[in-house]
C-alpha cells in the first residue's frame, strides 16, 4: 500500500490478518493464504513455520525483478503442482540483465525443502544485499554512448528506428521533441536552479512524453508512468556533475535553462532504456542536430554518436508528391 498519493508516498506491507507468532517451531496448521504466493509446505498440508514467509518473499521478490510470477499454470491445480515441486525458470527475455547474486537469492527462497530455505538472517547478508550498486550504475551511464539520429525529412528514419529499435541492446523510442517543444516556452519555468520550479519542469516534460501520439511501453508492453522523484532526482544530479566539472575546468557561470531541460531529457531516456532491459538509447529527432554544441558539453566526446540518415533528393521528392 502507498501511505498518500504523492510521488515520494511511502510503499508499506499491509494485510496481516492471518498474522501469527510462532511459538514452537512448525507450529503452524492452517491452510490460508494466496495460492500464488503461498509456500508449497502450505498446500502440502504439512505443519510449518516462518521459514514460510521466505518462500513467500521470493515470491515477492521474482514479481519485482521480472514482471511476472514464477509459478504458473494453465488452472489451478496444474499452479499448485508447480508450486509444490517448486517449478520455475527464469525466461531469459527479462533475466538477461538481471544479476547472477539476485537469481541465486531467489532460488535460496523458493527451495522446497523448508530446513534448506535461507533464513531472513541470511538473506540480509546476502551479497544482493550487500552489493553496492549506485556507484557502479553512476559509472555506466556516463560511459554509455548516447545515439541521435539525423537526417532529411522523409529519410526513412521511422523505418531505420523501428529496426533498430528491435536489437537486444539499443531502444529507439518514437521521439516526443522534447528539447524542440519546450525551448520556445522555457522561461516560463522561472529560475530553474529553484528545486520548486525544477520539479514543476520535470512533471510537465513526464506527462508530456506520456501523452506522446505512439505511447511509450515497458518490455510488458504495458504504458510507461515517469516516477517524477525518480525523474528529479536523476536529472539534478547530471546537473550537479556538469555545473562540477564547469567549475573544475574554470568556469563560474550558472547553468543555463537548456542544461536544466536537457538533464530531464537523459533522465526520461535512461529510464525508458532500464524499463525496456536494454543498454543504450537513441533519439530520432532530426531537431537535436540544432543542439549539437550543448549536447557536445553535456555527453562529451566519447559518448555522443550520431546516425546520418541520406536520401537521394528524387526519392524524397517522389515520396513528398506521394503523401
Keep these: 500500500m502507498l501511505d498518500s498519493d504523492k510521488e515520494d508516498a511511502h510503499l508499506k506491507l499491509a494485510d496481516f490478518g492471518f498474522a501469527r507468532r510462532e511459538d514452537t517451531p512448525n507450529c503452524f496448521k492452517t491452510m490460508c493464504g494466496t495460492p500464488s504466493y503461498v509456500a508449497c509446505e502450505v498446500l502440502k498440508r504439512l505443519p510449518y513455520g516462518i521459514q514460510a514467509d521466505m518462500w513467500s518473499i521470493g515470491v515477492i521478490v521474482y514479481s519485482l525483478l521480472a514482471g511476472y510470477q514464477p509459478f504458473r499454470g494453465d488452472n489451478d491445480d496444474a499452479l499448485k503442482t508447480a508450486i509444490m515441486i517448486g517449478s520455475f525458470e527464469f525466461d531469459r527475455q527479462f533475466w538477461k540483465d538481471i544479476s547472477s547474486e539476485a537469481s541465486y537469492l531467489v532460488c535460496s527462497m523458493l527451495t522446497v525443502d523448508p530446513t534448506k530455505r535461507i533464513t531472513a538472517e541470511a538473506a540480509l547478508h546476502h551479497p544482493w544485499f550487500k552489493k553496492d550498486i549506485g556507484t557502479k550504475q553512476a559509472s555506466e551511464e556516463v560511459d554509455t554512448p548516447v545515439y541521435f539520429m539525423v537526417g532529411s525529412q522523409r529519410s526513412g528514419s521511422n523505418w ?70 525518480n525523474i528529479f532526482n536523476a536529472a539534478y544530479n547530471s546537473c550537479e556533475r556538469f555545473l562540477s ?72 521528392a517522389m515520396s513528398f508528391m506521394k503523401t
Aim: aromatic share 12%; hydrophobic share 40%; with cysteine.
Design 160 to 229: 531505420l528506428r523501428t529496426m533498430i529499435d528491435e536489437r537486444e541492446d539499443l531502444a529507439g523510442p518514437h521521439p516526443p521533441h522534447v528539447m524542440r517543444d519546450f525551448m520556445p516556452i522555457l522561461g516560463k519555468f522561472g529560475d530553474l536552479s529553484s528545486a520548486d520550479n525544477f520539479k514543476v519542469l520535470v512533471d510537465h516534460v513526464c506527462r508530456f512524453v506520456e501523452r506522446n501520439q505512439v505511447p511509450w511501453t515497458n518490455k510488458h508492453g504495458s504504458p510507461i508512468r515517469f516516477p517524477r522523484v
Design 245 to 316: 566539472a564547469r567549475q573544475s575546468s574554470g568556469g563560474d557561470q550558472p547553468l543555463e535553462g537548456v542544461i536544466y531541460l536537457l538533464s530531464v531529457f537523459d533522465a526520461i531516456m535512461n529510464f525508458y532504456v532500464k524499463a525496456n532491459g536494454k543498454r543504450v538509447w537513441m533519439c530520432k529527432s532530426m531537431g537535436m542536430s540544432k543542439f549539437h554544441d550543448i549536447l557536445l558539453d553535456f555527453y562529451g566526446e566519447k559518448r555522443l554518436r550520431y546516425i546520418y540518415l541520406v536520401r537521394d533528393p528524387r526519392d524524397v
